[in-house]
C-alpha cells in the first residue's frame, strides 16, 4: 500500500470513528429507551388490528344474517352461489381469529395478519354485493 493509500485508510478510519461518536453523543435516546418505543408502537400496532377485527366480525356477521335471510327469495343457483359466499365469510372470519391468537403467542407475524383482515374483507364485501345486486 502506497502513501495515498495509507493516508486514505487512516482517514477513512478516523471519519468512521468521528461519525460513530457524534451518533451516539447526538443520539436523542439510549438503545433500551428506542427498544421500548419500538415494543409500544408494536402493542399499539395488535390493539388497533383487534379493534378493527372486532368491527369486522360484527360486519361480517351482519352480511351472513343478511344473506340468509335474502336466501329465500333467490333461485337455486343464487342459493349455491351465496352458500358459497358464506362459507368463504365464515372461514375467513375464523382465519383471522386465528391468525390474530397467533400474534398474541408470538407464533406470526404482523402481514400474517393484515393479509387475514384484508381476506375477512373482501368475503364481506363480495357477500354484500351478491346481494345487493340480486336485490
Known sequence: MGKNGKKLAIGTAIGLLAGYVTGILTAPKSGKETRGDIAKVSVKALREAEK?????????????VKAKQQAKNFSDSSK???DDLIEKAKDSKQKAKEVLSAI?????EDPDLKSAIKEATDAKNHLLDFIKKSE
Do not use: C
Not at 52 to 64: P, S, Y
Not at 104 to 108: E, F, I, K, L, S
Open 52 to 64: 378493527q377485527l372486532k368491527t369486522l366480525f360484527g360486519e361480517l356477521d351482519e352480511a351472513i
Open 80 to 82: 349455491v352461489k351465496l
Open 104 to 108: 398474541r403467542a408470538g407464533d406470526a
